[in-house]
């Protein structure tokens, strides 16, 4: 993160714990399937707590660490704001409309899942959805093209998780540090 | 097993999980779907992937699937605990590492993490798109659609809102 300027920027704006709580509520209820360019819309450009470049540095630092990447943005802007009170704040907004509402849906699944034509209903959504994740991971995926390394440990990765469905936790620790070694022998960019 | 065992069975696993979500909640589906469905048999496949479809078309950060099977589960205790166990551990670290950050943002160590944790990220995120593909789709029409909804999301400006309401009309017109 670039460490908040000596003279701050006249156009940015510093807000309390409770402004942190109700911005983080309004990014919570906007998006679907995903919330970060609205948390982007909030925090740079109306509400103006950060310039591009610190949301930039927030959000690779949200995404470099493990977690829900919005979950760990709410805490690295409420913590700078507002110590451990902010990150609360901000974290509560953040989670607290989109829990009630999912909390709501999971109780209507339950008390009309079973009957045939929501049952097929949400057979055809669930079909659909499994397709915005193929498409999330081709994305993710363009990258790597270049790099043939990085192709392996993916296809090793998918071979393991998907294929052979063994435990996540001993995949990662068996891979993480051969990826490691590779990206460690690669000349700096 | 009793309700409190399950409650604390959800918190533990989620608890692991949360340290191991690198590149977000979708990489961890598959396993996910391994202990709750397949180890635990707490709901089967059709329910897994329809509660996964909930969590894509409802507002909101897409952790929340999580927030849904503690719900599944365990009801409101089990919502509750499942959020915290997913939530907390991470944001711990967050929290402790943001203070840290500043002095290694240029280090050449964290661009070696990055580098090596993208290509298992990928992997995971296709695996996850394999597990959902298998537990929702039984039939020539549903991969149609699956494919057709990748497609649409690649290759067009379709909101994903959009594409999953399409799913849904041919799914209620009886064709799956």
Avoid at chain 1, 167 to 186: C, H, K, N, T, Y
Avoid at chain 2, 56 to 69: E, R, S, W
């Amino acid at each position: 993160m670039v460490p908040l300027p000596a003279a701050p920027d006249p156009a940015l704006v510093v807000p309390s714990t409770r402004a942190l709580f109700f911005g983080f509520l309004q990014v919570g209820i906007s998006g679907f399937g995903g919330v970060m360019p609205f948390a982007h819309r909030m925090l740079v450009e109306r509400e103006r707590w950060m310039t591009e470049r610190e949301f930039v540095d927030v959000l690779s630092l949200s995404q470099f660490l493990p977690g829900p990447n919005i979950v760990n943005m709410s805490i690295i802007v409420g913590r700078r704001f507002g110590g451990p009170g902010g990150a609360a704040a901000a974290f509560t907004g953040l989670i607290f409309m989109p829990f009630l509402i999912i909390i709501a849906l999971g109780a209507a699944y339950s008390a009309f899942g079973q009957l045939p034509h929501v049952r097929e209903t949400f057979a055809g959504v669930a079909a659909g959805a499994a397709g915005l994740v193929i498409a999330m991971a081709m994305r993710m995926a363009r990258p790597l093209r270049r790099t043939s390394w990085q192709v392996g440990i993916a296809m090793v990765a998918f071979v393991a998780i998907a294929l052979f469905r063994w435990p996540l936790l001993g995949v990662l620790f068996g891979l993480a540090p051969v990826a490691l070694l590779l990206a460690a022998r690669e000349k700096p960019p | 097993m009793s309700d409190a065992g399950i409650l604390a069975e959800l918190g533990r696993q989620f608890t692991v999980l949360s340290l191991l979500s690198i590149g977000g909640i979708n990489s961890l589906i598959p396993e996910i779907h391994r202990q709750i469905v397949e180890l635990k048999g707490w709901m089967t496949d059709a329910q897994f992937s329809e509660l996964f479809a909930i969590s894509q078309a409802a507002p909101g950060p897409n952790f929340l699937i999580v927030t849904l099977i503690g719900f599944f589960v365990a009801g409101w205790p089990g919502a509750v605990i499942t959020t915290m166990a997913i939530c907390a551990p991470s944001s711990a670290l967050t929290y402790v590492v943001a203070h840290l950050w500043d002095r290694f943002r240029e280090a050449r160590w964290r661009i070696i993490i990055q580098r090596a944790l993208a290509p298992l990220t990928v992997g995971l995120m296709f695996s996850s798109g394999y597990v959902l593909t298998r537990a929702s789709d039984h039939g020539v029409l549903a991969y149609a659609i699956t494919a057709a909804s990748a497609a649409t999301m690649l290759w067009t400006r379709v909101h994903p809102l959009a594409a999953l309401a399409v799913a849904a009309a041919f799914g209620a017109a009886g064709v799956l």
